[in-house]
């Protein structure tokens, strides 16, 4: 089977607002570009990717998230993976807990910073417009 199986890496996102429709980002100090991005992390062995992503918020941040829905899936093929994006609320102030996350911020959706990923301000749209249309 391992002969004929494409072998990849699973991941949970999050697209986390609180209740002034800010989205988290975290500054990770490893990630290229200018670091910024949406929280997330690998799925460890057996976990379930909701158990995943809230274990990451946990670890990176202190932060437990509410409200977890699966808001879309996507795959890359370099590197070979595949994302499992949720949309979460939280309301908590965060502060990053490992060295691997400098800066943790709440952002207007208005005002993203500079250098977030193309791929991930689309993201954040889609789920600004998916909670205006009245699914939150």
């Known amino acids: 089977m391992r002969a004929t199986q494409a072998r ?19 500054k990770h100090r490893f990630r290229a570009g200018s670091g910024w991005g949406i929280p997330g992390g690998f799925l460890e062995r057996g976990e379930q990717p909701e158990e995943a992503l809230r274990r990451e918020l946990r670890e990176e941040a202190g932060l437990e998230v509410g409200q977890v829905e699966i808001f879309a899936s996507r795959t890359f093929h370099k590197p070979r993976q595949v994302e499992i994006l949720f949309r979460c609320r939280a309301s908590a102030e965060v502060k990053p807990l490992t060295v691997e996350v400098e800066r943790a911020e709440w952002f207007s959706t208005r005002s993203l910073p500079a250098g ?4 991930q301000r689309l993201l954040i749209e ?10 939150d």
Do not use: H, M
């Open 8 to 26: 990849f890496t699973v991941t949970a996102g999050a697209l986390i607002f609180n209740d002034a429709g800010e989205v988290l980002l975290f």
């Open 116 to 119: 977030l990923p193309p791929d």
């Open 126 to 135: 889609r789920a600004t417009a998916y909670g205006a249309n009245g699914r």
